[in-house]
């Protein structure tokens, strides 16, 4: 079996959208707000965008993309750009795998060397798997904001958690660019953290 993490491309768009589908439409795991699966075009401007300055990642069991995680812009202002707000979603055949740890281990380092301080986590209060998944890589409960999203006939609790990735310095640098990093660097990381995933 083969098994690795890699920067997304556009290629992988379509397995991605195949991926998210049951996230969006099945009522058993409500975990975002989306009422409709973006268009291919829609995946297309929000992955041009993204990458521009975040990394988007993908995990590969058997040269098949089985999981996805990816940071971007929290807030636009440019008082905030030193924050990332991050996702993951995996193929629930694949599940039990590691693959959100194998990806987040590998998003969180990433997002460290390129000069982020503040990590978000946006999460429906009905998903307390991800809550306590973000809990283990030490994210808080920032502010609940009651009855937010209504979505499959209900009303639910967005919670905002958050994760602070390295001390505050007064003479701070503006964030760089995954594009920026150190090309050997981005693959050490990649590859370490590919070997949590289980065979």
Not at 23 to 34: F, H, K, L, T, W
Not at 48 to 58: A, G, H, S
Not at 180 to 188: F, S, T
């Amino acid at each position: 079996m083969s098994k690795k993490i890699r920067l997304a491309t556009v290629e992988d768009l379509a397995r991605i959208q195949e991926i998210y589908r049951p996230y969006v439409e099945q009522e058993d795991i409500v975990v975002n707000s989306e009422h409709r699966v973006p268009t291919m075009k829609e995946l297309e401007e929000r992955f041009d965008l993204v990458t521009k300055e975040f990394p988007w990642l993908v995990c590969e069991i058997d040269n098949v993309v089985v999981a996805y995680a990816y940071a971007g812009k929290p807030f636009k202002r440019e008082g905030y750009k030193w924050n990332a707000e991050v996702s993951v979603y995996a193929d629930e055949k694949y599940h039990g795998r590691r693959l959100a740890s194998a990806l987040y281990e590998s998003l969180l380092e990433l997002l460290e060397a390129q000069g982020y301080y503040n990590i978000y986590a946006c999460i429906l209060s009905i998903n307390e798997k991800s809550i306590k998944f973000h809990e283990k890589y030490g994210f808080k409960v920032m502010s609940i904001f009651p009855n937010s999203v209504h979505k499959h006939d209900k009303w639910m609790d967005v919670i905002w958690m958050n994760k602070v990735l390295q001390e505050f310095k007064h003479d701070v640098k503006n964030p760089v660019s995954i594009w920026d990093l150190d090309k050997e660097l981005v693959d050490n990381i990649l590859n370490k953290n590919g070997d949590i995933i289980k065979g």
